[in-house]
């Protein structure tokens, strides 16, 4: 079984969001990088969970960055996988970025590629249904439970109003979240043994982005809170009903 | 022209669906060209009311396999009836089955897409969407280069438009390919409006001390017919259930009317949330940043304070 994991370097959760040059960029100063949370608690973990009850299964782990990428990269190679592939690039289009994978993917012959639910940066939902697009691969999204059964995966999903659970068969391209697997810390040997695995660095293949940011803008932020007291719910029922007018 | 389209769970059209025919039907307007709902099963709803939220005309697959989620199966036939109709800007709900599928569909026609807008795209010089970033932290405005463009807008944050109307129906014919995954389980959620459609949500935190005392919290969520949340540390202790959790790591959320109960308003809990319209924050400790977010704030003990606001509903319910 080969497994390709998709990991996304993001801003740590508290850091400050703010822009640069005109609101056209985002302010990395002082942010603290990340691994995309999904990317690493559900669809990583789940990864190696398959590998410890299959000892010849094969993780590898892609991600789409620049240099400055690495460091997360390596952090991931902590948690566990075999090596890691980096595609020299950046962007913020997801279909170029899609694209990239889908590259590495085919000449790597995976069977289950994973993604994380979504960035929690950009927060397009994307990259896991254009991959299964681009492959012509089926796709399973918000995957909570995995089996695998020789060719067949047993996937338990969210969908509209409660869980399914269906039968794929592989290869397939699945996008996890909470319940997929426990959230583990890196230990010691991990850590060390990440230093020597291969890390990858291949130039990206030529795609044309068919999206572009042109500005970011704040939230308006709230007026300031209106304290009730705490003896006067008539007031707040009041309030609610006459000025926000939301029951 | 615009094509809309309405996905389905349990043959019943989803209001996430009428926000984005509502929003495409707005969209054609500013475009002055025609919309199209496109819709993929069999639905228990009478599809000339979509004309109600702004559909001329609905394009109906009427087969049965396609009731379920398959997107690879959805994906390909929502390609094939936008190419067969010229859509020029495909428009889906953003939720469960939209953003499993709208990026697919996008990659079929060639098309750039925008997920999680929040507004109707401006028009003026090129093809500009705005949408959620940072989890609702900021907004990114975004160009779409190509000729069709493709969108999906965040669910409640697009209001139902009322038109006098009544769409026509055409049942179209698309040969239908083999189903890519066989679902062999479904388990509802009975009774609960999901929380992504919910208004009204109530929402727990760690204050709340353990599960034996979420009964004044239903209590409350019953009398307002709201749905009820919870914060991370109350899922990771199972004292809810896991599709509960809001925020960052969670599901997000924009109902009309947020009440956080004896929760801190950590950073990523309030990226969850921040998108409703009017946050209330219940809370003992008047120090706690939930208040800096919040548009009432009631300092107070949480078990003193809750049964007294549900209390409070029910009087005005009853008298209203
Ligand atoms: C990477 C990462 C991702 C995360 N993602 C999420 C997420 O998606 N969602 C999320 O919710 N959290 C998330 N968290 C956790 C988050 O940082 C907070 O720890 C969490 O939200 C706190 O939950 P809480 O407010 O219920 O509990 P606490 O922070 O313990 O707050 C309890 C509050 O209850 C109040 N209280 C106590 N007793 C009473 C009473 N009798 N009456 C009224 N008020 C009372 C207290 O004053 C306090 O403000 C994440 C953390 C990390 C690091």
Known sequence: MKILVCISKTPDTTAKIAFTEGNTKFDENGVQWIINPYDEWYALVKAIELKEKDASTIIHLVTVGLADAEPIIRKALALGGDEAIRVNSNSNDSFYVAKQIATIAKEGSYELIFTGKETIDYNSASIGSMLSAILDFPFVSLANQLDLNGNTATVRREIEGGEETCEVNLPLVISCQKGMAEQRIPNMRGIMAARTKPLKVVEPIETIARTSIKKFESPLAKSGVKLVDPTNMDELVKLLKEEAKVI | ?320
């Open chain 2, 1 to 320: 022209m615009v094509l809309v389209y309405i996905d389905q769970a349990d043959q019943q059209i989803k209001k996430s669906s009428l926000e984005a025919m509502s929003y495409g039907a707005a969209l054609a307007k500013q475009l002055g060209c025609d919309v199209t709902a496109l819709i993929l099963g069999t639905v228990q709803n009478n599809l000339a009311d979509l004309g109600k939220h702004g559909a001329q005309k609905v394009y109906h697959l009427k087969n049965e396999s396609l009731n379920s989620l398959d997107v690879k199966l959805h994906s390909t036939l929502i390609a094939t009836a936008a190419k067969n109709a010229n859509a020029t800007v495909v428009v889906f709900a953003h939720n469960i089955n939209g953003k499993a599928i709208a990026p697919a569909v996008a990659v079929k026609l060639e098309a750039g897409i925008v997920t999680g807008a929040s507004s109707l795209p401006n028009t003026e010089n090129g093809f500009v969407v705005t949408k959620t970033v940072f989890s609702g932290k900021a907004f990114a405005s975004i160009q779409i280069e190509t000729a069709i463009k493709v969108i999906a807008i965040n669910q409640n944050s697009f209001g139902l438009v009322d038109y006098d109307t009544s769409a026509t129906i055409e049942e179209i014919n698309i040969s239908v390919p083999a189903p890519s995954i066989k679902i062999t389980k479904v388990d509802k959620i009975e009774g609960e409006i999901p929380l992504t459609e919910a208004n009204l949500v109530v929402s727990g935190g760690r204050g709340l001390k353990g599960p034996e005392h979420w009964n004044i919290l239903l209590d409350l969520a019953k009398a307002l017919g709201a749905s009820t949340a919870c914060s991370r540390p109350v899922s990771d202790s199972d004292w809810r259930p896991h599709h509960e959790h809001v925020g960052q790591t969670g599901i997000q959320i924009a109902p009309n009317l947020y009440i956080a109960i004896g929760i801190s308003g950590a950073i990523q809990h309030l990226a969850g949330v921040n998108r409703s319209k009017t946050i209330v924050v219940i809370n003992k400790d008047p120090e706690a940043p939930f208040f800096k977010a919040a548009d009432y704030g009631v300092v107070g003990d949480a078990f003193e304070v809750v049964p007294a606001l549900t209390s409070a509903i029910l009087k005005m319910k009853s008298t209203a």
